[in-house]
């Protein structure tokens, strides 16, 4: 069975970092693109950083520039280095992976998520 494990949310005041990991774990032939997704109260659950297993990258318009997504393939895990962080940017942060199990199945699937409070 394939899990995705989160850690690094918690609160931290306007300004501040944080970065947030996702191991993946299980039996993995290899793992394709990776990502996070955010959701904030009241909101639908968005997009914020893609990275594939080549490196190439993609950011939300509200993040560019604050944050990085990193990978580190040899352990099946991706980062998620979050500066200058403001209000706005509290959500539960969900990691997301393409996950390949076999060179004939492959899904995708979603880490439990993780809580990002930014507050004075």
């Known amino acids: 069975q394939v899990q995705l494990v989160e850690s690094g949310g918690g609160l931290v005041q306007p300004g501040g970092s944080l970065r947030l990991s996702c191991a993946a774990s299980g039996s993995i032939f290899s793992t394709n693109a990776m990502g996070w997704y955010r959701q904030a109260p009241g909101k639908e659950r968005e997009l914020v950083a893609r990275i594939t297993s080549g490196g190439s990258r993609n950011y939300a318009d509200s993040v560019l520039g604050r944050f990085t997504i990193s990978r580190d393939n040899a352990k099946n895990t991706v980062y998620l280095q979050m500066n200058s962080l403001k209000p706005e940017d509290t959500a539960v942060y969900y990691c997301?992976?393409?996950?390949?199990?076999?060179?004939?199945?492959?899904?995708?699937?979603w880490g439990q998520g993780t809580l990002v409070t930014v507050s004075s």
């Open positions: 997301n992976a393409d996950i390949r199990v076999s060179r004939n199945n492959a899904f995708n699937t």
